[in-house]
């Protein structure tokens, strides 16, 4: 099963507001990462957070991470058209030192109207 | 110039027939992977190499057998092809650092559909 369940699966908002989507995972993790993915292209990486920080930011990203309660959150401020596209938290769990492996969530499919 | 290539960008063939889909990267990246993208946009990994060596190899039928050259190519054959392998599938790299910061770059994916 999926590693990251994502919701909304869906949001649909106006062009200048903001989009908030989240994520929540089920065992302990190294980093969490977001990816956006436009229509029929490849994921883009947008942010990555590390277990042990509770905030970042990039941008007009937000990444929110709570280990406590294993969830994360992506709020983009301001949105534009050229934001709609499918979001995907991934999250790394293992560490060989050869490479990581991520286990990516449901995704949300983000909208903005303009 | 592109960081992540794939070839071909899709592929329509039928029940049966062996078919190989090509992946370079020209990111000096040391590892490279395979993902598959079902119709739900479900993305799961399917094997990853590091320097032409198997580190991941998940639950995927033995039809399914990657081939690394070299560490900037990583192909993906697969025999046999069945309705369910229609897919995209989306190659990636990334590189090993210290910091654990090890964003993963993706390819623009092979659309492979099964008749």
């Known amino acids: 099963s999926q590693q990251g369940e994502e919701d909304p699966q869906a949001l649909s908002i106006q062009e200048g507001e903001n989009a908030t989507m989240n994520c929540s995972y089920k065992?302990?993790?190294?980093?969490l990462q977001w990816y956006r993915q436009n229509s029929g292209r490849g994921l883009v990486h947008l942010i990555l957070i590390r277990s042990n920080e509770r905030e970042k930011h990039s941008g007009r990203l937000r990444v929110t991470l709570d280990t406590s309660k294993k969830s994360s959150s992506l709020l983009i401020t301001a949105s534009r058209a050229a934001d709609t596209a499918s979001y995907f938290c991934?999250?790394?769990?293992?560490?060989?030192?050869?490479?990581?492996?991520?286990?990516f969530g449901a995704g949300t499919i983000l909208r903005v109207k303009s | 110039d592109t960081a992540v290539s794939q070839t071909p960008k899709y592929l329509v063939t039928q029940m049966g027939n062996d078919k190989s889909i090509k992946c370079e990267q020209n990111?000096?990246?040391?590892?490279m992977y395979w993902y598959k993208q079902d119709s739900k946009k479900f993305l799961k990994i399917m094997f990853s190499?590091?320097?032409?060596?198997?580190?991941i190899n998940e639950t995927v039928p033995n039809r399914f057998s990657p081939k690394s050259p070299d560490k900037a190519h990583l192909n993906l054959h697969i025999n046999s092809l069945e309705l369910g392998d229609s897919a995209v599938y989306f190659c990636a790299s990334s590189q090993v650092r210290p910091s654990g910061y090890n964003e993963q770059f993706f390819g623009p994916g092979t659309r492979l559909t099964v008749l």
């Open positions: 991934a999250t790394d769990a293992l560490s060989r030192g050869y490479g990581n492996k991520l286990v």
């Open positions: 190499y590091n320097n032409k060596e198997l580190i």
């Open positions: 065992t302990s993790i190294n980093n």
């Open positions: 990111l000096g990246h040391d590892t």
